[in-house]
Each structure stands twice: as structure tokens, then as C-alpha cells.
């Protein structure tokens, strides 16, 4: 059995307007998932899908652990769980960077699974990206938090709303400094407040929350003992980190 490799000629529905995240976890976790197509441009395997439960329906991206290239750095088949684990990290900040993500089976077996998000086409990438914008801000903190190892240009997803999303984390939470990302212009600029009030939050929930409980059963305890430590190193410098030194700080191609 092998995946469709051309693109989806039928688009499924997307998020409708009201569902909230904890419906889109439902409906991603226990619905029927059904294969429309494949994202050729993806490195690993990536299927477009819809998923539907009773009246609910939605459109959704599928990542099979067996679809997952190997990597030199990243042990093998642990991608999916590291996009789950950015998802929690992401709900703890209340933030709502990552888009809802869940971990389950499938038609190519257990994977990742997450709502697909349309995104506002007339927004050009490049300025938002070097844009001083507090949401695109968030981000880069959150970056460092899980230590995004590919943050493309092309991994934000802005809405109509304002709203900015990210997407691709399955290189994140290396116990390594890894940190490549495109948004560095906040690079040794003193954190905003909200930040620095979020991050002692999770501080607290990885060392003793659910959170810290949840990471442990997606990442390696080293794995988890270095995201804490990378949330007390921000607290503790109270800016935003430079680029590693022994480290490419920006991804490529870099949109």
C-alpha cells in the first residue's frame, strides 16, 4: 500500500469558524481518516487528509511515523511525538502557536495528525518575517523554549485575524543547542513582559505541572531536563538568545 504523490484534487473542509481547539482535538483523535492527497514538497511523508466525526468535518495534515526519513541527529521515528510535544508546549503558553495536534493511528500507521489551517495568501512572507510584529515575537521565544531546529519563513501561517501560526516541529527539543530560525531580530533585546510571565509559568509546569508529565511521554528525560533548562536560561538572562556559535543560525532554504 502506498500513499496518492499527487496533490489533493478535492479540497476537504477546514476548520469551521466555531470549532474550538479542544472540538478540532476530538474530531483529529477519534474521527475516520481518509487520505485525499499528498504534499510532494514535504521531506517526509506528508498526507492531506479529511477527517470527520458525526456531523463534524475538517480538513487535516497526517504524518505517519513510518513516512519519517532518518536524520544523523534526531533518533529515528521520533518526529511525530516531537510535533505533539511542541503542540502541549504551545497550549501551555496560551499562545496558540502550534495548531491542534494529536498522536494516533492511521491509514499508514501511527503518526502525527493536525488540523490544516488556511492561512491569508495576500500577506507577503519575507516582510512578515522581519516584521517586529508581538505575535511573530512569540514565536521566537517559543522557538528557543523548544528549540526549533527549522523555523522557515514558510512554517508561519498568518490568518485574516492577525493571528499567526507555526507549523513543522518535528526537529524541535534536541538536549543540543539547535536553534535555527529566520526571526532573529530580537536577538539580545530584553524580553517583553508577557513573555517573561509566561516562561516562569512553564518553568513551574515542566519541573512539577502536567506539562513536564506530558513531555515525558513524548521526549527522552534528558530531552525534558534541557527544555527546562533553556526556560531558565531565558529567565534568567531576561533577553531574547543570540545564535549558537557552533551552529548554521539560519535554516535552508530559509523560506
Not at 31 to 57: D, F, I, P, Q, W
Not at 209 to 215: A, D, I, N, Q, T
Not at 221 to 226: Q, R, S
Amino acid at each position: 500500500m502506498t500513499a496518492p504523490e499527487s496533490e489533493p484534487a478535492v479540497k476537504p473542509p477546514s476548520k469551521p469558524p466555531t470549532m474550538h481547539d479542544e472540538e478540532a482535538l476530538t474530531l483529529l483523535r477519534d474521527g475516520s481518516l481518509e487520505v485525499a492527497g499528498r504534499l510532494v514538497e514535504a521531506t517526509n511523508m506528508t498526507l492531506y487528509c479529511s477527517v470527520k466525526l458525526g456531523s463534524r468535518s475538517a480538513a487535516c495534515v497526517y504524518k505517519p511515523v513510518r513516512g519519517e526519513r532518518p536524520l544523523w541527529d534526531f533518533p529515528d521515528g521520533t518526529l511525530a511525538a516531537r510535533e505533539v510535544a511542541a503542540f502541549e508546549v504551545s497550549q501551555a503558553t496560551g499562545w496558540r502557536i502550534v495548531p491542534p495536534t494529536v498522536h494516533r493511528d492511521g491509514p499508514f500507521g501511527p503518526g502525527m495528525c493536525q488540523l490544516w489551517i488556511d492561512t491569508e495568501r495576500e500577506i507577503d512572507l519575507m516582510r512578515l518575517v522581519k516584521s517586529r510584529n508581538p505575535v511573530v515575537r512569540r514565536m521566537a521565544v517559543f522557538d528557543a523554549v523548544v528549540n526549533n531546529a527549522d523555523r522557515k519563513g514558510g512554517h508561519l501561517l498568518p490568518l485574516p485575524t492577525g493571528h499567526v501560526y507555526g507549523v513543522d516541529h518535528g526537529v524541535c527539543f534536541s538536549a543540543e543547542d539547535k536553534l535555527r530560525t529566520v526571526l532573529w531580530q530580537w536577538r539580545g533585546k530584553p524580553l517583553a513582559r508577557e513573555a517573561v510571565a509566561v516562561l516562569a509559568k512553564l518553568e513551574r509546569d515542566i519541573e512539577s505541572g502536567s506539562l513536564g508529565r506530558r513531555l515525558r511521554e513524548l521526549l527522552t528525560l534528558a530531552e525534558v531536563e534541557a527544555t527546562w533548562q533553556r526556560v531558565r536560561k531565558l529567565l534568567d538572562t531576561g533577553v531574547h538568545p543570540y545564535p549558537s556559535e557552533g551552529w548554521p543560525a539560519i535554516p535552508w532554504p530559509p523560506i
